[in-house]
């Protein structure tokens, strides 16, 4: 058969709806000979009929290796360059005490971007001194919680936070560590949401204040300046903006180093992952290769050592570890401007778990999870059961024509942001998160339930 002529341009017709795009899911990820999708050893038939749908399915190696893989990627690269790397996991992009043990084990810090993020870390047992705790409006009271824990450096987003760290480190007796966020005005090419260096946006300070800024942090005796922070953005492919921010405050840093030693250089996170099959990937020992290349050269251009490079990667080493299960309800061929039909799979989830599609217009893909098919493939869309026309799950993909009520499909590559932008709408719970290795799964975070719901409605048996 043809490709349908709704079909977006980057989606090939599939010879096989079936298989599986190493790219995009858990490198453990396999159809077994029953047909039905595993995970690390696990039956995605069997953890839906034991743990119910929606479901978010992490592997537990997958994630482990992938955090291995930077840690060691970026420690070669700059040691190379006679420097050194540190490499936080970006709590934001999927946080539960399990996944904080896991990256910490495997060598990373985290960073943290709120009050109940950093509860998050600390009931994992984490050391706050391998925390960074970001954030554009961190309160009085975050603050403060930070700073009297120890937390390992805060980056400070505006010069109001300056004097409010200072006044908490004073507080406690502390001398506290403290990054700068520079806007730096590189635009990466990216969603417009998720570009976090453009001059009209909230994060950040000029690149051009960025000198009287730092002389502020140090007339505090209490503030101890690391150095300047910054992020281009998230799900980038290309490395050039990252080079490019690089060069701009590498000249800055130069000059900062006439008034005291600035140790550090942050330069974020937002490495790009794979959603489809038709998303070409970096591989992360190339983005480390480049980064230490480009501020190498650079730190030679101006005749200064290497410093100590940060990186915050959160998506490349939690997103392509999860697909979230789904259980089919109805489907319906709708014809479309009266020449092409395309098919609409509902599922018993939608924008409540996974709510990337409607925010941003995000690209995934989609399987049949319990069984393969020799049906020719149909151009489907999975909408969520909400009640919006936005409610899409997956925009477009192929699919067997015979997917029907009570299949199982599951989405990959839903490990980053999804769980973490849930929400309760239509007053469903979220979804429970289990974690499988080895063919064994355990609940890491629990499902909602009904009564989770009612029990902060005041006016329940009031």
Not at 77 to 102: I, Q
Not at 231 to 239: A, D
Request: proline share 5%; aromatic share 6%.
């Amino acid at each position: 058969m043809t490709a349908s002529p709704l079909a977006p341009g980057w989606l090939a017709h599939p010879d096989d709806a079936n298989a599986l795009a190493p790219a995009v899911w858990p490198a453990s990820a396999v159809r077994g000979g029953d047909g039905a999708i595993r995970v690390a050893g696990a039956s995605l038939t069997e953890l839906a009929a034991e743990f119910g749908t929606p479901l978010y399915v992490v592997d537990e190696a997958d994630v482990r290796s992938r955090a291995v893989a930077v840690r060691d990627a970026f420690g070669a690269a700059f040691a190379a360059v006679g420097s050194s790397a540190h490499v936080y996991y970006a709590g934001k992009a999927f946080l539960c005490t399990t996944v904080a043990r896991w990256v910490v084990e495997e060598g990373l810090r985290i960073d943290v971007a709120s009050g109940g993020e950093l509860a998050v870390a600390l009931a994992a047992g984490v050391d706050p001194a391998l925390l960074g705790f970001h954030g554009n409006n961190k309160s009085l009271a975050e603050i403060d919680r930070a700073v009297g824990l120890g937390v390992g450096a805060i980056v400070l987003d505006s010069v109001v936070e300056i004097d409010r760290v200072a006044t908490a480190a004073d507080r406690h007796g502390r001398v506290q560590a403290v990054r700068l966020r520079i806007n730096s005005g590189v635009h990466a090419s990216t969603h417009e949401y998720l570009a976090t260096a453009r001059e009209d946006q909230k994060f950040g300070i000029p690149l051009a204040d960025a000198a009287d800024v730092v002389a502020a942090i140090r007339a505090h005796p209490s503030l101890r300046f690391l150095g300047l922070h910054s992020h281009i953005g998230s799900q980038i492919f290309e490395s050039a903006g990252f080079a490019e921010a690089a060069r701009r405050l590498l000249a800055v840093h130069a000059e900062l180093l006439a008034g005291g030693e600035v140790p550090e250089l942050n330069l974020g996170g937002g490495f790009g992952i794979a959603y489809t099959s038709a998303d070409v990937v970096t591989p992360i020992a190339d983005i480390a290769a480049d980064f230490a290349r480009v501020v190498a050269a650079e730190c030679a251009e101006l005749d200064i050592p290497v410093p100590v490079v940060a990186i915050e990667p959160g998506r490349v080493i939690i997103g392509p570890s999860t697909v979230t299960l789904y259980e089919v309800g109805t489907t319906k061929d709708v014809l479309v401007d009266g020449t092409a039909t395309r098919k609409y799979v509902s599922v018993d989830g939608g924008m409540s778990d996974n709510v990337r599609p409607a925010l941003y217009s995000a690209d995934y893909s989609v399987r049949i999870a319990n069984r393969q098919s020799d049906a020719d493939p149909a151009l489907v869309r999975i909408a969520g059961k909400h009640c919006e026309s936005g409610d899409i799950v997956v925009h477009a993909d192929y699919l067997p024509g015979d997917v029907t009520p009570g299949d199982l499909v599951a989405v990959p590559a839903t490990g980053a942001y999804c769980w973490s932008l849930a929400s309760n709408y239509n007053y469903l719970g979220r979804p429970a998160v289990v974690a499988v290795r080895d063919g064994a799964a355990r609940v890491i975070v629990r499902r909602e339930t009904e009564a989770d719901l009612l029990s902060r409605d005041a006016g329940v048996n009031p």
